[in-house]
């Protein structure tokens, strides 16, 4: 049986496409400790997307922590895609959703960006 992965599954929050300085801190799946520095893909209020060099198993327990605002959160990895070359994507989910982790403001899942407001021009 394969796991889904919940980067394709219908969303809990939506996400933000922001690139976020992070580190991750756990264990590898050789059992070593590690700590990595990395950047944010994509970002909701239950994880986040990143490219880790280490080897991690699915539903193992990892530590993220924004470098900017030294906030840290305990993850799970819920999702692992291998590329052929460099990085592997790792979905990582909060152990508790936080709407503020990234202090930043999710769009409502009813946000419609065609329907966004423009910028009114000023009449001439």
């Known amino acids: 049986m394969t796991a889904q ?18 580190e991750v801190y756990g264990q590898g799946s050789d059992g070593t400790v590690f700590r990595e520095e990395t950047r944010t893909q994509v970002v909701n209020a239950h994880g986040a997307l990143v490219l880790l060099t280490t080897q991690v198993d699915l539903k193992q327990m990892l530590l993220l922590v924004d470098k900017k605002t030294r906030n840290e959160i305990q993850c799970r ?48």
């Not at 919940?6 to 496409?17: D, G, I, L």
């Not at 152990?95 to 409502?108: A, K, Q, R, Y």
């Open 5 to 22: 992965p919940c980067w394709t599954t219908p969303r809990r929050s939506s996400r933000v496409t922001i690139d976020i300085p992070v």
């Open 77 to 124: 990895v819920a999702y692992r895609k291998e590329n052929e070359k460099g990085p592997a994507e790792v979905g990582m989910e909060f152990e508790n959703p936080s709407l503020s982790f990234w202090h930043i403001d999710f769009p409502p899942e009813d946000w419609n960006r065609a329907e966004r407001k423009r910028p009114v021009s000023a009449p001439m």
